[in-house]
């Protein structure tokens, strides 16, 4: 294991080179949050597919493929579904309102009066969602070190809090890359064929294993449903992923990179369940299929290429870890903290700003590694981000790109009423409970209809400024002040 240890070790060392490269760069809070908006295509493509792909797809999605066969591929297949739905439909009107966070959106369609209670659901997702990526530090680090379980978060929790307080988005994104490169490597180039060789090739695994192994379908038509109303619409309305967006330097590569995102994620959906089922023949009698990954990395493959595959896992990891984190900071303090106090940004003050953000990423990252230590369950803490985002905040943040009839008072009510209803049928129903985020949408969807109806319609003033930023015509609105001699 002398050989693995070192390749972690090295990668580990990289992340936190680039974290300090990265803070020399994130000068400004546009620097700082959004990499100044002037990735290409290539760096965007990579980013955003190590964002969506993180340890609930690969760990995940190789242990459903290991419980479900191929028909496992979904829950990722989704997520790739859902990316190419919000690049192809979306991601040029996105990009052109130059905003930081979801919320803000929401403020200059509605008139600046949805933005903290949609804030604080929001910053409840990307918490959650940064807290599931955490616990995922703890099975990658048992493998490698046999370590604590506590000690194993505060480590993996530790490096990417480090990196992504230095640089922010310049940070994430060089890390990103890397960790882009080194999952396209470790899983799709090694991981995979020597598991099906392993595993006798695929005549041999149709072989040994039942047909419904095979059932595209197999997973259940349900399953499947729920996948698409969680993942799919949840990676349209994210402020993980639209931050994402944000970083894109024109409306084409926020289109046509993101569309070679959400293509990658189908591949590595498929690949992930490919493993999964390999892991299956080789050990029939796995306590966990979550063990899967694990397993198959450390029993079959030689060192070197075992140190690489785990960094592979470790870099899906990080990647959805520091994407939330950095989300879940530019919440608390753009949408939550900086409306609660009426702070009044001043022109020129960005750098005070960069301050700020750098002191909400570390006071978030604690918040992450010490609720990811309290928790134990990856799949409900995923279920609870993921319920809450769409049933409260997809219709308004959907109606208010696509309807010009939706007010603030019907966005509000949608909130509201989508988030309690969440709330409750998760505590009577359960949280895995398909319930909540089907009646979650639907009261969510009826209360925007009718309240936007019985309300008087948006401001004409309000609707002329929303059409400017949609059409790019504001390049520099009033939370992005541009500086002196540009």
Known sequence: MAVD???IVVYLAGMLAMGWWGMRRARSKSEFLVAGRRLGPVMYSGTMAAIVLGGASTIGGVGLGYQYGLSGAWMVFTIGLGLLALSVFFSARIARLKVYTVSEMLDLRYGGRAGVISGVVMWAYTLMLAVTSTIAYATIFDVLFDMNRTLAIVLGGSIVVAYSTLGGMWSITLTDMVQFVVKTVGVLLLLLPIAVVKAGGFSEMRATLPTEYFDPLGIGGETIFTYVLIYTFGMLIGQD????????RGDRTAKWGGTVAGTYCLVYALAGAVIGTAAKVLYPRLGSPDDAFAT??????????????LAAALAAVMSTSSGALIACATVANNDIWSRLRGAVRPAGGERDEVRGNRVFILLMGLAVIGTAIALNNVVEALTVAYNLLVGGLLVPILGGLLWRRGTAQGALAAVAVGGV???ALMAARGILANEPVYWGLLSSLAAYLAVSLMTRPTDAAVLAVWRERLAGRDPAPVSEPVPAGQ
Do not use: C, N, S
Not at 241 to 248: C, G, L
Not at 296 to 309: A, N, S, Y
């Open 5 to 7: 240890y070192t390749v």
């Open 296 to 309: 198959i990395v450390k029993d079959e493959l030689p060192p070197g290429v075992r140190g690489l595959v």
């Open 241 to 248: 992923i639209w931050q994402r967006v944000f970083t894109a």
């Open 421 to 423: 209803a969440v709330v």
